[in-house]
Each structure stands twice: as C-alpha cells, then as structure tokens.
C-alpha cells in the first residue's frame, strides 16, 4: 500500500554519500524532502539533482532538510555525482540514499513488495514509479507528496512554495489559495468561527461567507 498523507514516514536504515543513516533519527526536528529517482546516470533525474544542489540553501533557510534516493549502489552515486557538477554546474551538498535492497522503495510505496534481484541488472523503466517527492513535518508524518513521471523534470521551485504554505499553516489558522506566493493574502481556516476570527485576525474581506481573505500573518502591511 502507498503512503497517503497524514501517515507516519516509515522510518529505515540505509547506506547513503555521507554514511550510514537512522531516517527519524536524520530528520530530527526539522522539516524534510526526500526526492527518488530509478536509477543513477538518467538524463533527467541528473538535471534535477543539480538544480537541488544549486537552491539547496533556500531549504537550508526554512530550516528543510533534503534527501535524494536512487535504486543503486552507493559507490555508483559517488560516480554519478562527478558527471551532474560537470554537466550541471552544481554537485550534490546533500546525502543520497542507496536503495540497492529496494527496502525504502517498498517501505514508500514505490516499488512492489514482490521486487527482488540485483538492482544493476534492472533498467530505469523497471523502476520508474521511484520519482516521487515526499515532504515530511517535523512530527514525522507526511504532508505532501508529488509523483512524476520519467520524462518530465521536477519543479523544487513548487516544492519551496509548497513547503512556505505548510509552515505557514502549521503554525496559523489559515489556508493559502490557488497560485499564492509568501506574502500574498490567505484565507481564514474553515473551522475558525466568526468569533475566533474577530479575536485573532480583527477584520477581513468576504466576498462570500466561506471567504474570509486577510493579510498573510506576519508580514508587516507598508504604511
């Protein structure tokens, strides 16, 4: 079965580029975006390892933690990671886990549970339902995952938004609409009563009554 969110990332063991690694353990209390690939020396998944190494200090400054996963062995990461900085400009700066037992992959959802053999005798198309994203909150559950294809590249420009919404409503009483970007308006929470909404936002804009429009909280509105 697949993860859904809500659900408790299942925690593992596993060989990465900078050592052993206790998932729960790894993530601490910090935020995190574990991204997967089918298999190391793909043309897109190069593209996006390197453009994640490049904006990586974005994550670094919500506090994100990232890490990659691909079905090989370790020491072919080591290989692959030479070719993404010659050929994208940016090396690896994260830890990217060898799935070569397939267990993360199944633990994921990723794989089927049957998946078994050497992982260097198995093709990328064998493994390409391995291109997801998870995001995962500090309390260990998963709060957003994106599943993509082979053939078309991931948007971490997305997953940064995505990450400033679930912060921001982790710790406020609202919601953010379509397209919002960090400091844009945001929407009163549903389950907030008119009441509530008076004491913590003072005044809103309503253009229906299941519409309650204010201020993104704690941005200072310019005088």
Known sequence: MGLSIGDTAPDFEAETTEGRISFHD?????????????????????????????????????????????????????EWAKDI???????????????????????????PASTSGDPLERTPADNQTVRNVFVIGP????KLILVYPMTTG????????????????ANHRVSTPAQWRSGDDVIISGSVSNDEAREIFGEWDE???YIRIVPQPGVKIPL
């Open 26 to 78: 790894w993530i601490g209390d910090a935020w995190t975006v574990l991204f997967s690939h089918p298999k190391d020396f793909t043309p897109v998944c190069t593209t996006e390892l390197g453009y994640m190494a490049k904006i990586k200090p974005e994550f670094d400054r919500r506090g994100v933690r990232v890490i990659g996963l691909s079905v090989d062995p370790v020491d072919r990461h080591g």
């Open 207 to 209: 253009p229906r009554p």
């Open 154 to 169: 991931r948007n971490f420009d997305e997953v940064l938004r995505v990450i400033d919404s679930l912060q921001l409503t």
């Open 85 to 111: 900085e010659e050929t994208q400009g940016h090396a690896p700066n994260y830890p990217i886990i060898s799935d070569a037992d397939f267990n993360v992959s199944k633990l994921y959802g990723m794989l």
């Open 139 to 142: 309390d260990k559950k998963v």
